[in-house]
């Protein structure tokens, strides 16, 4: 399984970026699809989850600037950032739970990470 995780970029304060993250491979199902980031010297954190059925959960400093979505039949996630600040700078990778046949277990998977940079 890969998830290719792309539309990180440099962006000025106040600006927007959409990523996208798409699985692909032996996958059976997606149960919970997510973002999550690393900035210089901190500990990763999720930002944002999606599950299969819709419900989303956000971080407290990215809500109501931040909106994660799914494409089911894509097996693909967004994140859409909007009024970004200088502190939403970061590495920002990917992550889904999934399974690769009915009965089998739940796995984790990673994307490659994109560089989110905010400012002027």
């Known amino acids: 399984v890969q998830l290719q995780a792309s539309g990180g970029g440099l962006v000025q304060p106040g600006g927007s970026l959409r990523l996208s993250c798409a699985a692909s491979g032996s996958i059976f199902s997606i149960n919970t699809m997510g973002w999550y980031r690393q900035a210089p010297g901190k500990q990763r954190e999720l930002v944002a989850v999606?599950?299969?059925?819709?419900?989303?959960h956000y971080e407290d400093s990215v809500k109501g600037r931040f909106t994660i979505s799914r494409d089911n039949a894509k097996n693909t996630v967004y994140l859409q950032m909007n009024t970004l600040k200088p502190e939403d700078t970061a590495v920002y990778y990917c992550?889904?739970?999934?399974?690769?046949?009915?009965?089998?277990?739940?796995?984790?998977?990673w994307g490659q990470g994109t560089q989110v940079t905010v400012s002027s």
């Open positions: 999606i599950t299969s059925g819709g419900i989303r």
């Open positions: 992550n889904a739970a999934l399974f690769h046949s009915e009965y089998g277990n739940e796995y984790a998977y």
